[in-house]
C-alpha cells in the first residue's frame, strides 16, 4: 500500500496512553489475544499507535474504511479478467492484505454491523471463507483486528465486544507535563520529521528486539494452577458470558509474562490485564456500562466531573426542579415523589401496520418493514441494468444483450464471445430492510397512577411483537428523576427488549427534555451509521414535564423547543402516544408536545384502532 | 475443507445436554439437525466444528460431488457432467468409496448463488455452454450443513434453506440454469439469542434444541482454560492425547447406529410421546415424530433395545422446548 511509505509517527515516540500501548503490544507478542478494541475519546493517538506498531515490526498495517463494501472486505470477482479473458479469478480483498498484521477500523461502531461481523469472523476463522457471486475460494487471512470507537456515538453489539480479546479505555492525558511534552514532540515531528524519526531509531529499534525476543519466550512461558484459578476467580466476580475472557486474559498474562522476560505467569501479570479482558464483558449492571466513568448509567449523576458525559451534565446533574430544589448534587435517581415501582406489562394486542411503502432510496440493512433497492450487493437479484461501476455483474443478461452482434465482431482469442462494455448489465438487488423503532419512554412517578404505566409498557410490548415480524431494530430510552439513560442500545433482538422493558422501574420526576435529547442522540448516531435509514421514534408520556435540561427553563415549554427543532429533521417519524388521553376529544400536554413534533398524538387504544395508520399516514403527508 | 487443526470434540469441557444433542444427530441423521443457542464464548462453535471429529464414513460413488449413494437412483446422474460417471452406473459398474460424513460450513456471508449453485462463468464466456456451477448444497448431501450465528443469515438464504431441508431437494431455476439435485442434510445451528431470534419456521426445522451457559463452578472453568491453552500450543500433540477418547466414542456412536434399527417402541411410548406434545401445545406433529426417533436413539446409545422413561424425558428436553413457543415474545425453555 502507499501509505506504508508515508513517515509514520515512531511509536516510542508516543507520550503516555500506557494501558494502549500495552494492549497493543501483547497482540504484537501474542496474536491469540485477540485483537483490542480501543475505546474513548478522539485524538489520542489511537490510530498513530497502530501505524506504528505495525511499521516498526515490518507488518502489515491496513486501515479499513467506513465505506467498504463486503466484496473489497473478503474479496469478490475480478470483472475486468471475467469480460476481456474470460477467466474467472478473485481479486482477494483488505483481510488478505492484512494476513499477519494489523487490520484497523477507526470508529468501528459506525461500521455496517454485518462488515462487523464478517471481519471477527474471518479474524478468529485466520481465512476467509469466500462463498459469494460464484466464487468458492478460501485463502488465509489471519489479523490482529484493532478498533477504536467512541461510546457516546452508539454501542458495538455485544456479541461484537465479546469477539474482540481486549478492550481499553482510553482518554486524554490528565498530566500538564505529559501535555506539554506531546506537544514538543508534535512539533519537532512537523518540522522535521527525517530528524525526529531518526532521533527514536535506537528505541524503536531496541522495541523491536523486545517484541521479538518475548515472541521466542512465549513459546516456553507456564501458567501455574494458582493462576488459571486466579483467573476463572475474576471472569465470575465480573460475571461475564461465557469463557472467552477466561482464555484470553490467560493468553495476555502470558504474553505480559513473556514481556517482562519471565517463563511463569505471575499473580501481578494477571492483575496488570485483567481489566483488559473484562472492560468489554462485565457484566454487574445492566451491561453497556463498561466505562469507569459509568456515564449515563441508572442515572447520569455524579456533578459534572465525568469526562465523557458532558450532554449527561446539561442533561441532568444540573437540575433545578421546583420542589426538590434543595438537594441537587445529590443522587438524581433518589425518588422525590413516591418510590421506585416496577409494574407489570399490561396484555399486549395487535397493532395496525406502520410505515411499509416501498421506497426508492438504496439502503442497507436487512428486515422486512420496507421492501427497498440495496447497493451492497446482498439481498436477491431482482432484474439486471446498465448502470455501471457497482462490480455486481449479471452474467446471463451481459451476455444475452452482447448475443446480437456476435455475428459482426470479432472474439478475443481463446474467447467465444465479444463482449463490449456497453454489454455489461448489473443485478439489482431487493431485499427488505427493517426500520428502527426508538422508544423514549416516560417512566416518572406520575406514569405510575391509574396503570398508566402497565398500559404504556403493553403499548411497547405490543409495538414490540409488530417490530419483531417486521424484523425491526428497536432501542429503548427511558427518563425519570433527573434524568434519562439509554436502557437498550439499538437491537434486533425484541427478546431483550422486552426483558428490559420488564424489569424498567418508575418513580421520581418527569425530564422530558433530558429524554428527547437522549434520544435526539441516538438517533444521530444511528443515522451515521445507516445514513439512509428511516428511524421511527415513538414516545410514551403524559406530557407532564417538571424538570428541564437548562437551569431556570420553563420544562414544558424547553420541551416543546426540542422537539421543536428535532422535528425539523425530516428522516425521523414520530408518534407520540398519550399515556394520559382516555378519548379522542380531551386536549393534553402531551398532544402539545406532538404538535411541536409535527405529529398526532395517539391514545393507548387507538393503537389498536384503525386510526393507527391513517393518523400516521396524515402526519407524514402533512 | 482445509486442514486446520481441530480441537477434539471429546474433550470439551462439560456442556454434556449439547453434546449429547450431537451425537444423537450423528447416530440417527433423521433427527434433523440441531440448534445451539447460547451465550457468547460458551464452545458452541467449537463443538459444532469437533463434530468432524468422530463422524462415521459412508459409501458413496467414486468422487460424487454430491455424496450419492450407490443405491440412489443413477438417473440423478443424467444431468451430471461426469458423464463416464452415468455411463458406468447406468452398466451397474460404478466404483465406489468410503469417505467422512462431509460438514460444509455456509459463512453469513454466502450468496444464494452459492448456495444453491448457478451458472458456471467460465464455461459460458469461453465455450457458450451453460453448464451448472454447484452450489454449498450439493456438497452438503448426506452431510451436515454448518451455520455459524444462523440468525444473522439474510431472509432470503434462509427461506432457500427452508425449501431444500423441507424436500430434500435442491432446484434451481436461475441464470437460464434449470437442475435439482438430492439435498439431505443435517442443519447444525448455533446462535446467541441476545442477537435477535430465528423464524419460527427455520426453528422447527431443527430436530432438536439446546441451550448452552457457561459453567459456573470455578473448578471446571479452570479446566477450560487448560485444555484450550494446551490446544493451541501443540494442536496436533493435543490431539494425540484425546485420540483414545476420540475413537472410543466413535466406536460408540458406530454400535449404536447399527443398533438403531432394532430398538423398540410399544404403543406405551408413542402414548407418552403423544400426551407429552398436547400437552405443550405444540404445532403440527414434527415434535412427536423427532421425540420418538429421540428417544430411540437414546435408547440405542445407552446400549438398549427397548426404549425406557429416561429416554423419553431426555428427548423431551430437546425437542419441546423450541417449538412450544405460542408467542414471539415469550422466551424459549423458560430460561
Known amino acids: ?622 | 475443507m482445509n486442514k486446520r487443526a481441530i480441537y477434539p470434540f471429546a474433550a470439551i469441557v462439560g456442556q454434556e445436554e449439547l453434546k449429547t444433542a450431537m451425537i444423537l444427530n450423528v447416530i440417527n441423521p433423521g433427527l434433523s439437525g440441531v440448534l445451539i443457542r447460547g451465550e457468547k464464548g460458551t464452545a458452541k462453535s467449537t463443538a459444532a466444528r469437533a463434530l468432524a471429529d468422530i463422524l462415521p464414513e459412508i459409501e458413496t460413488v467414486l468422487n460424487c460431488p454430491y455424496n450419492l449413494s450407490p443405491s440412489d437412483p443413477d438417473s440423478l446422474c443424467s444431468m451430471c457432467e461426469r458423464v463416464e460417471c452415468a455411463e458406468k452406473r447406468r452398466r451397474g459398474e460404478a466404483e465406489t468409496e468410503m469417505k467422512r460424513v462431509p460438514v460444509v460450513e455456509l459463512p453469513i456471508g454466502a450468496t444464494e448463488d452459492r448456495v444453491v449453485g448457478s451458472l458456471n462463468l467460465e464455461h459460458a464466456l469461453k465455450g457458450g455452454v451453460r453448464r451448472f456451477e454447484r452450489g454449498l448444497l450439493a456438497g452438503a448431501n448426506r452431510g451436515i450443513l454448518y451455520v455459524d450465528e444462523v440468525n444473522l443469515l439474510d431472509d432470503h438464504i434462509v427461506d432457500v434453506l427452508l425449501d431444500s431441508a423441507a424436500m430434500g431437494v435442491n432446484s434451481v431455476e436461475r441464470e437460464g440454469v434449470s437442475f435439482s439435485h438430492p439435498a439431505k442434510f443435517t442443519l447444525i445451528g448455533t446462535m446467541n439469542p441476545e442477537e435477535g431470534e430465528l423464524r419460527p419456521q427455520l426453528l422447527d426445522r431443527f430436530g432438536l434444541c439446546v441451550t448452552v451457559n457457561g459453567l459456573a463452578d470455578p473448578d471446571k472453568r479452570v479446566e477450560v482454560i487448560e485444555r484450550r491453552l494446551a490446544f493451541e500450543n501443540d494442536p496436533a500433540g493435543f490431539a494425540g492425547k484425546w485420540k483414545k477418547a476420540s475413537l472410543e466414542l466413535a466406536g460408540k456412536i458406530t454400535a449404536a447406529s447399527e443398533r438403531l434399527g432394532t430398538v423398540e417402541a410399544d404403543r406405551a411410548v408413542m402414548m407418552r410421546i403423544a400426551v407429552l406434545c398436547v400437552e405443550s401445545e405444540v404445532d403440527g406433529h414434527r415434535a412427536d415424530i423427532i421425540m420418538l426417533k429421540a428417544a430411540k436413539t437414546l435408547a440405542a446409545y445407552n446400549n438398549r433395545n427397548r426404549v425406557e422413561e429416561e429416554d423419553i424425558v431426555k428427548a423431551a428436553e430437546l425437542t419441546l422446548p423450541h417449538r412450544m413457543r405460542r408467542q414471539p415474545l415469550q422466551h424459549i425453555g423458560g430460561k
Open chain 1, 1 to 622: 500500500m502507499a501509505l506504508f511509505h508515508q513517515p509514520v509517527f515512531p511509536f516510542s515516540a508516543i507520550v503516555g496512553q500506557d494501558d494502549m500501548k500495552l494492549a497493543l503490544l501483547l497482540n504484537a507478542v501474542n496474536p491469540r489475544v485477540g485483537g483490542v478494541l480501543l475505546r474513548g475519546e478522539k485524538g489520542t493517538a489511537k490510530s498513530t499507535a497502530v501505524r506504528s506498531l505495525s511499521r516498526l515490526l515490518s507488518e502489515p498495517f491496513v486501515n479499513v474504511p467506513l465505506n467498504i463494501t463486503e466484496d473489497r472486505f473478503s474479496g469478490g470477482i475480478d470483472v475486468s479478467g471475467a469480460v476481456k479473458n474470460g477467466v474467472i479469478t478473485v481479486m482477494k480483498g483488505v483481510a488478505s492484505e492484512a494476513h499477519g498484521g494489523f487490520l484497523y477500523v477507526d470508529e468501528i461502531n459506525l461500521l455496517s454491523d454485518h462488515i462487523v461481523d464478517i471481519m471477527l469472523h474471518t479474524a478468529s476463522a485466520g481465512r476467509v471463507n469466500l462463498q459469494r457471486e460464484g466464487l468458492n475460494a478460501f485463502y488465509p487471512a489471519s489479523f490482529v483486528p484493532v478498533g477504536s470507537m467512541n461510546p457516546e456515538e452508539g454501542e458495538l453489539r455485544p456479541q461484537l465486544l465479546d469477539k474482540f480479546g481486549l478492550a481499553v479505555y482510553v482518554e486524554s492525558s490528565p498530566s500538564v507535563m505529559e501535555r506539554v511534552l506531546l506537544m514538543e514532540n508534535r512539533e519537532l515531528f512537523d518540522r522535521d520529521t527525517e530528524a525526529f524519526c531518526r532521533s527514536f531509531e535506537k528505541e524503536d529499534e531496541s522495541l523491536k528486539k523486545r517484541i521479538h525476543e518475548a515472541r521466542r519466550i512465549l513459546k516456553s512461558v507456564k501458567i501455574g494452577g494458582e493462576a488459571k484459578s486466579r483467573i476463572a476467580a475474576k471472569v465470575l466476580e465480573a460475571n461475564a458470558a461465557g469463557h472467552r475472557a477466561d482464555i484470553v486474559m490467560a493468553e495476555a498474562a502470558m504474553s505480559f509474562a513473556a514481556w517482562r522476560g519471565a517463563y511463569e505467569v505471575s499473580e501481578g501479570d494477571i492483575d496488570r490485564v485483567s481489566e483488559f479482558a473484562l472492560l468489554h464483558r462485565r457484566n454487574d449492571a445492566p451491561p453497556y456500562r463498561s466505562e469507569p466513568e459509568s456515564k449515563g448509567g441508572e442515572s447520569g449523576e455524579s456533578g459534572g466531573e465525568g469526562k465523557t458525559g458532558k450532554e449527561h451534565e446539561k442533561g441532568s446533574s444540573e437540575r433545578t426542579d421546583e420542589s426538590a430544589g434543595g438537594n441537587s448534587g445529590a443522587s438524581t435517581e433518589r425518588p422525590s415523589e413516591g418510590g421506585e415501582t416496577v409494574f407489570g406489562i399490561s396484555e399486549p394486542f395487535s397493532v395496525r401496520p406502520i410505515f411499509s411503502e416501498k421506497d426508492r432510496k438504496r439502503r442497507s440493512g436487512g428486515g422486512r418493514r420496507s421492501k427497498t433497492k440495496t447497493d451492497i450487493r446482498r439481498g436477491r437479484c431482482v432484474r439486471a441494468l446498465n448502470t455501471g461501476g457497482k462490480n455486481d455483474l449479471a452474467i446471463e443478461a451481459t451476455l444475452r444483450a452482447a448475443a446480437p452482434y456476435q455475428k459482426y465482431r470479432t472474439p478475443p482469442e481463446g474467447m467465444a464471445w465479444a463482449i463490449e462494455p456497453q454489454d455489461i448489465r448489473e443485478k439489482e438487488r431487493e431485499k427488505r430492510s427493517g426500520n428502527f423503532i426508538l422508544f423514549i419512554v416516560d417512566a416518572s412517578g406520575s406514569m405510575g397512577a391509574r396503570g398508566r404505566m402497565a398500559a404504556a409498557k403493553g403499548a411497547v410490548v405490543s409495538l414490540l411483537l409488530d417490530a419483531y415480524q417486521k424484523r425491526d431494530k428497536v432501542a429503548m430510552i427511558s427518563f425519570r428523576g433527573g434524568g434519562s439513560r439509554v436502557v437498550l442500545h439499538p437491537t434486533s433482538s425484541v427478546e431483550l427488549a422486552e426483558k428490559k422493558l420488564r424489569q424498567l422501574p418508575s418513580g421520581g420526576k418527569t425530564p422530558l427534555s433530558a429524554g428527547l435529547y437522549e434520544g435526539r442522540r441516538l438517533v444521530e448516531g444511528y443515522l451515521k451509521k445507516d445514513p439512509l435509514g428511516r428511524p421511527i421514534v415513538i414516545l410514551l408520556t403524559d406530557g407532564k414535564a417538571n424538570v428541564p435540561l437548562m437551569e431556570g427553563a420553563n420544562p414544558r415549554e424547553e420541551s416543546r423547543e426540542i422537539a421543536a427543532q428535532w422535528a425539523r429533521d425530516s428522516r425521523v417519524r414520530f408518534i407520540v402516544v398519550d399515556t394520559e388521553r382516555k378519548g379522542l376529544v380531551e386536549f393534553s400536554l402531551a398532544e402539545t408536545l406532538a404538535s411541536s413534533l409535527r405529529t398526532v398524538s395517539l391514545a393507548i387504544n387507538d393503537l389498536k384502532a384503525d386510526t393507527l395508520l391513517s393518523a400516521i399516514k396524515r402526519s407524514i403527508n402533512e
